[in-house]
Structures are given as C-alpha cells and as structure tokens.
C-alpha cells in the first residue's frame, strides 16, 4: 500500500497507514474474493476484523490499534 509499512512484530503483522495501525489478520488475493452482495459485511464477521482494505490486488483484514491518550505518572 502507498504511504504505509509493516512493522516488525514477533507476535502478529501490523501495518501503519495514514498515521492508524492494523493488526493483519488475513491477506487474499483480491481474485479468491467474489463479490456478493454485503461481502464485506460478511468477510468482516467471518475473520472477526473491523476493517477491510484492499490494495495491491490483494484484499487486507485487520483490526484497528486503537490510540489512546495517557499521562506519565
């Protein structure tokens, strides 16, 4: 994906696009997918994923990192 990079994450791969982070659940290739009706809704609710994104001729699943705003105590 344009403007983005992976990070090195022993754990799971995250990608950070346009200042958020996503944990990568699963990547196809955007010709596995066929284009139902709602197949977003339904590929969302079958990985368990919040967001989709699709780039490079491939389909991404992710979950956002979610920021958050703390003090140093």
Same mark, same amino acid.
């Given at each position: 994906m344009?403007g $983005?990079? =992976?990070? !090195?994450n022993? *754990? $799971?791969k995250?990608i @950070?696009v346009?200042?958020?982070? *996503?944990q990568? +659940?699963?990547?196809?290739?955007? $010709? +596995?997918? !066929?284009?139902?009706?709602d197949w977003?809704s339904?590929? +969302?609710q079958y990985?368990?994923v919040?967001? =989709?994104? +699709?780039a !490079?001729g491939?389909?991404?699943m992710c !979950?956002e990192?979610?920021? =958050? $705003?703390? @003090? @140093?105590i």
């Open positions: 344009r $983005s990079r =992976i990070l !090195n022993p *754990f $799971s995250i @950070e346009q200042d958020r982070m *996503f990568i +659940k699963r990547v196809l290739p955007e $010709s +596995k997918i !066929n284009e139902v009706e977003v339904l590929l +969302k990985y368990c919040d967001t =989709i994104l +699709k !490079n491939q389909i991404w !979950n990192i979610q920021t =958050i $705003s703390y @003090e @140093e």
